[in-house]
């Protein structure tokens, strides 16, 4: 029961970690971190990512267009695409030494303790990927809210807001924590392999042979 209990939870773990990549790359692509609306033109909206701005006109459609150059961004968003990257490769990691690691993968049954230390590896990778994407989503979050609410701007002065990127950057996040604290604790909860039938039985062999020789030496 135990064993099957703890390989639920690492599936589980690992779907949730699953989850939690494939999220965190959409949002390090998807050009909605920010969103300004202007009160003159209501039907021009501005999206604004990691890589590219865009605009949304009603006739004319989406126009998107990649940022010249990568020193002329803000610092918040050189190191949230330094961190975001960085996150993405890590994640992969973590989900293929993960995925070696886990107790329903047939591959390298024997080697128990090295299945072990790949469970353990991969999990601390996600739980690091998912941290390093709480934090530019956190710190851009942070930024928008201190110029939205700037007193030195004047009020005519749009403001950025939330998009809707940053959202699925925390729900990521929390699913690569939550789904690598899950497969780091099934690893370390792991007791160790009962021995199997044919070491059993040869241990067995060898005591019956000692009693015999103790039972022959003694009627000499």
């Known amino acids: 029961m135990g064993l099957v209990f703890r390989k639920a939870t690492q599936s589980a773990a690992l779907l949730l970690a699953l989850l939690g990549w494939v999220l965190a790359c959409l949002t390090n692509y998807l050009p909605h971190w920010k969103n300004l609306n202007l009160d003159l033109?209501?039907?021009?909206?501005?999206?604004?990512?990691?890589w590219k701005a865009c605009v949304i006109q009603e006739e004319v459609g989406r126009q998107c267009k990649d940022f010249d150059s990568f020193l002329?961004?803000?610092?918040e968003l050189q190191i949230s695409r330094i961190l975001m990257s960085l996150s993405n490769g890590l994640g992969l990691l973590g989900l293929l030494g993960s995925g070696c690691g886990l107790d329903c993968w047939?591959?390298?049954?024997?080697?128990?303790?090295?299945?072990?230390?790949?469970?353990?590896?991969?999990?601390?990778?996600?739980?690091?990927?998912?941290?390093?994407?709480?934090?530019?989503?956190?710190?851009?979050?942070?930024?928008?809210?201190?110029?939205?609410?700037?007193e030195t701007l004047?009020?005519?002065?749009?403001?950025?807001e939330f998009g809707e990127a940053l959202f699925l950057g925390w729900f990521a996040g929390f699913c690569l924590v939550l789904g690598g604290w899950l497969l780091?604790?099934?690893a370390c909860w792991s007791p160790a392999a009962p021995a199997?039938?044919?070491?059993?039985?040869?241990?067995?062999q060898d005591h019956c042979q000692q009693l015999e020789l103790k039972h022959a030496s003694s009627e000499i």
């Open 41 to 50: 033109n209501e039907m021009e909206n501005w999206t604004m990512g990691l």
């Open 72 to 75: 002329a961004l803000p610092a």
């Open 106 to 150: 047939r591959l390298g049954e024997s080697q128990k303790g090295l299945k072990r230390r790949l469970l353990i590896l991969g999990g601390f990778l996600l739980w690091t990927s998912g941290v390093l994407v709480l934090v530019p989503v956190s710190w851009v979050a942070h930024v928008t809210v201190q110029e939205f609410w700037d």
């Open 154 to 160: 004047p009020e005519i002065v749009p403001r950025w």
């Open 184 to 186: 780091h604790c099934a």
């Open 196 to 204: 199997s039938g044919h070491y059993a039985v040869a241990g067995l």
